[in-house]
């Protein structure tokens, strides 16, 4: 039977509309759930969360709200099976792919409940120590953090439904502001179901949650100045939305996480057959293949030594070789499916453009699927080489959103480095080498267009936490093409939920207004 996906809004769930929107098992193409059109009633659905919802949650200080949250996580934990079952209908995942959506988001959930019981019975913050502005000392100056009075929309992608909600929501809730999601269309299921379990479990009050799925129409109109807006998706959807008057007259701020050209580099002082060279290759197949290579944080591009470019090919190819893609159902395969077959039409559009300035060095889809046939969305993975790193262009403008990466050969660091800051901004960039001192170098001169720089050394080899994970401990998010947006970081996260005031005054009041208050620390 097709699920209807109806919307909660105002505290209340919305009676089933018809249906506008299928969603799809994408390796059977089954029928799994339905959404409706255009939402009804947000105008009205977002004043309640701003009032009613934001209420209830200032009410409470940090370490309550934390609780609550620690709550949910125990909730989110007991039906991991369902949510798994709906991962592996609605996305096509295996079991391990799932659990880097399904887990990965209760644990950073998880994380923030931690960080938040911490900040106890505090209900604002505060931000440095106060500014003695005049000579007598009594006129000061504090930085005081309060949250929003507004509520948190979050347009999330369609790769992670789980994790796309609660890294954000893990520190929009701690900071006591309501959220709204509207997940993508395509697998808003997962998302569906989780918000569904919070809201029957009654651990938050009303209007705290709220979800709309399918149509975005009318979600920006209904944003007034004291909302906030995290999107993640495509640059080009990111750029409507800046253009829209919510966020470019009213100042509604804006978290954009778009497209992201992420490079990993193999340091020049590799050889093959090195630790180092192993390792290398062994994190990219896996950073490559993990979800079908739909993460915003997967290696596009993949910098080697020039002379090292073939032995890198054909050490990935024999690792690319021996991993089954098809019906994840199937216990044999390792790699499912994309989520649908758009993506599969996108990931071959994108793949005929890379190949007009890069060879193949590895194409998978000489192997037969696995319990899937040629209308489902599984793709193979596929190593491109480029011809001339110079030359090349579309490898650095264009993102594949699939398992495909492009091996490029530089001449030395240096120009490794000017390679990686053509991707014009990106999540992450990851280096592999033996020297830690190479490694500090590249961190310098990377970390300017990187959101993220992963150092890897054999020492951390099997400790590091992988180039594609995002931890809760770091921030994500990059500048330039990557939407310039930062999420996550531990407690830097909570910035974005707060409204940072300049209080200046006599030192008594200040003091007075501190009280309840926490000092911002990292
Ligand atoms: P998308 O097509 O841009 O959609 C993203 C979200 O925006 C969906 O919820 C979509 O709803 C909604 N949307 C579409 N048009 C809109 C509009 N005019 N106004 C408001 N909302 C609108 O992106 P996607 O295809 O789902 O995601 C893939 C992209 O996301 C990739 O390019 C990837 O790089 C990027 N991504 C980035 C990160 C990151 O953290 N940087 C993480 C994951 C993915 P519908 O689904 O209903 O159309």
């Known amino acids: 039977m097709t699920t209807f996906l109806n919307n909660y809004l105002g505290g209340q769930w919305q009676a089933a509309g018809s249906a506008v929107h299928t969603l799809r098992d994408p390796v059977t193409g089954d ?30 200080s940090y370490g309550q709200r ?15 099976d369902d949510y798994y079952a709906i991962s592996l209908a609605n996305s096509g995942t295996t079991k391990a792919d799932s659990g880097v959506d399904v887990d990965g988001g209760i644990f950073t959930l998880g994380f923030y409940a931690k960080l938040g019981a911490a900040l106890g019975d505090a209900r604002t913050l505060t931000d440095g120590a106060a500014a003695v502005m005049s000579k007598d000392q009594l006129f000061q100056s504090q930085h005081l953090m309060v949250p929003i009075r507004g509520l948190a929309l979050f347009i999330n992608a369609f790769n992670f439904p789980s994790w796309g909600l609660w890294e954000k ?60 807006l995290s999107f993640t998706g495509s640059a080009e959807t990111a750029a409507a939305i800046r253009s829209h008057p919510a966020i470019a007259r009213d100042s509604v701020r804006a978290n954009i ?15 093959p057959g090195s630790e180092i060279f192993d390792l290398y290759v062994d994190n990219l197949v896996r950073d490559m293949t993990i979800k079908s290579g739909q993460r915003c944080t997967a290696p596009r591009r993949a910098l080697v030594p020039k002379a090292l470019m073939h032995a890198v090919a054909e050490a990935a190819a024999a690792k690319l070789a021996a991993i089954r893609v098809g019906n994840p159902r199937n216990p044999e395969v390792a790699m499912g499916s994309l989520v649908s077959r758009e993506q599969y039409d996108s990931v071959q559009h994108g793949l005929a453009l890379l190949k007009a300035e890069s060879s193949v060095m590895f194409d998978g889809s000489a192997q037969p699927l696995l319990d899937a046939d040629g209308n489902s969305a599984c793709v193979a993975p596929t190593l491109l080489g480029v011809r001339d790193a110079d030359a090349a262009t579309l490898v650095h403008n264009h993102e594949v959103f699939g398992p495909v990466s492009s091996l490029i050969g530089y001449r030395d660091t240096a120009h490794a480095m000017a390679i990686a800051h053509r991707g014009l901004g990106s999540l992450v960039a990851s280096v592999y080498s033996a020297d830690n001192a190479l490694l500090a170098c590249c961190a310098n001169e990377l970390a300017t267009s ?31 093409r990557a939407g310039g947006g930062e999420e996550l970081g531990g407690l830097r996260a909570l910035g974005f939920y707060h409204r940072k005031s300049a209080v200046q005054g006599p030192a008594a009041a200040i003091d007075m207004a501190k009280q309840g208050s926490t000092a911002l620390s990292y």
Do not use: Y
Request: proline share 6%; aromatic share 2%; glycine share 12%.
């Open 31 to 60: 029928t799994l759930a339905a959404t409706g059109g255009a939402a009804q009633g947000l105008q009205e659905g977002f004043a309640f969360a701003r009032t009613e919802g934001a209420k209830a949650l200032q009410a409470m």
């Open 66 to 80: 934390a609780a609550m949250m620690a709550d949910m996580v125990k909730l989110l934990q007991s039906k991991r």
């Open 169 to 228: 929501a893990g520190p929009a809730l701690l900071s006591g502001v309501p959220v709204v999601v509207k997940p993508a269309t395509v697998t808003a299921w997962l998302t569906h179901q989780m918000v569904k379990d919070v809201v029957e479990a009654g651990i938050l009050p009303p209007g705290a949650i709220s979800i709309v799925c399918g149509s975005s129409a009318g979600l920006l109109d209904a944003l007034t100045p004291f909302d906030v």
């Open 257 to 271: 996480e778009a497209d992201s050209l992420n490079v990993s580099i193999l340091g020049d002082d590799a050889q």
């Open 450 to 480: 990187h959101g993220r720089v992963h150092l890897v050394s054999p020492e951390v080899g099997k400790t590091q936490t992988g180039h594609g994970n995002v931890m809760p401990a770091s921030i994500h998010g990059g500048p330039g």
